[in-house]
């Protein structure tokens, strides 16, 4: 069995598996063939690859004969790839449905991981924990070089100089890192929430939990955004505004699987904020929780600047492509049999993952989107 691994596209600078994942598959009797340079923005050399058992070939070679291709974001020149492979990467099925669509026609196999069940089995193999949690603490440290400004307290004989007040909406893994990382560097932090179970959590680290309620169960959401009702957003909106125009520094995190981001900060609250704040929207890539995110651009808006980036973990190329690296050899385990790819569809987490198979989409979540 030949596993090949692609060269992503920038700004993309992960890859889908490192040296150290390569020499495992190798002694399980797995063939890994690289693209030249796939891990070179990661910093994994391709004489790295080599050293640990993998092959250097052409990425023509690679779509045209490997049994299963890792690529973490979509492949521009998908359709190079022969009838019957199988894709594994981070694909937002549920946002990138006619894409699934032509993938079944192709026909491909398709796992798209962030579709995994999070369920504690499943932990390993969870690339949106392991990538949220880079995303959260990198979000911190941006704003702070965005923000003309000291995060933590200062006094000294020239005079004092008060913390950064830091407001993060939606404590998941990312909004939880970026509170730890916010009182790190010295912030004040408040948190607003949906889920009054994660308030323990958020006071544990150090912030102040602003609650609301009645709002609509999300213990099945995996650990997303769930819709909320028209009373409860009026009742959030008066919160978050109040929160918002003492806040130097905001971090929004807030998402809803196949739906545009809930919209929690609105022109009002930015047009409240005091010059030289920053907004770090990490829900840029599904349309943003703020009214002027733009992804991967930085918007000023009155003097607020305004950091849209769906895909911050890339910045963070290493670390990110070790974490994630392991999260799909876990996952590959569930698949590998004596050295052989085996689809057992039986089991929960391969289901989930799987999005297109022998010329249809069988994810159940993506046929309720189609319906």
């Known amino acids: ?20 994942i390569v020499r495992q598959l190798e ?30 070939r052409p990425r023509a070679e690679i779509l045209q004969h490997a049994d299963l291709v890792c690529s973490i974001q979509i492949p521009d020149d998908w359709q190079l790839l022969r009838a019957g492979t199988i894709l594994a990467g981070v694909y937002q099925p549920l946002h990138h449905h006619e894409l699934m669509q032509q993938w079944a026609l192709h026909p491909l196999t398709t796992y798209s991981l962030d579709n995994i069940p999070r369920t504690t089995r499943a932990q390993s193999m969870d690339v949106l924990s392991s990538q949220a949690n880079i995303a959260g603490y990198k979000a911190v440290l941006v704003a702070a070089v965005s923000y003309g400004r000291y995060f933590p307290m200062f006094m000294t004989a020239a005079g004092s100089i008060a913390p950064a007040k830091v407001l993060i909406l939606g404590a998941g893994v990312a909004g939880l890192q970026a509170i730890a990382t916010a009182r790190r560097l010295g912030g004040v932090v408040e948190v607003f929430d949906t889920r009054p179970v994660v308030k323990e959590e958020v006071m544990s680290l150090g912030a102040k939990f602003i609650s609301v309620e009645g709002a609509a169960d999300a213990s099945h959401a995996g650990g997303y955004a769930v819709e909320q009702s028209a009373g409860y957003k009026q009742q959030q909106e008066v919160l978050i505004a109040a929160s918002i125009a003492k806040a130097d520094i905001v971090i929004t995190t807030a998402q809803i699987p196949g739906k545009r981001a809930p919209l929690l900060v609105t022109a009002p609250m930015i047009d409240s904020m005091r010059p030289g704040s920053v907004i770090v929207d990490l829900a840029a890539g599904t349309g943003g929780n703020t009214v002027f995110t733009k992804d991967q651009q930085t918007v000023l808006h009155n003097g607020i600047t305004i950091i849209g980036d769906s895909n911050l973990p890339a910045s963070m190329p290493a670390d990110a492509s070790k974490l994630y690296a392991k999260n ?44």
């Open 1 to 20: 069995m030949i596993i090949g691994v692609l060269k992503e596209q920038l700004p993309e600078k992960r890859v889908s598996l490192v040296p150290d």
């Open 328 to 371: 799909i050899f876990n996952f590959l385990q569930l698949l590998i049999k004596d050295g052989q790819l085996v689809n057992n569809l039986q089991d929960d987490i391969i289901k989930g993952a799987c999005i297109t198979h022998q010329g249809t989409v069988i994810s159940e979540r993506l046929q309720a989107v189609l319906k």
């Open 27 to 56: 002694k399980q009797g797995v063939t890994v063939w690289v693209e030249p340079g796939a891990g070179a923005a990661a910093f994994y050399a391709d004489d790295t690859y080599i050293q640990a058992g993998a092959t250097v």
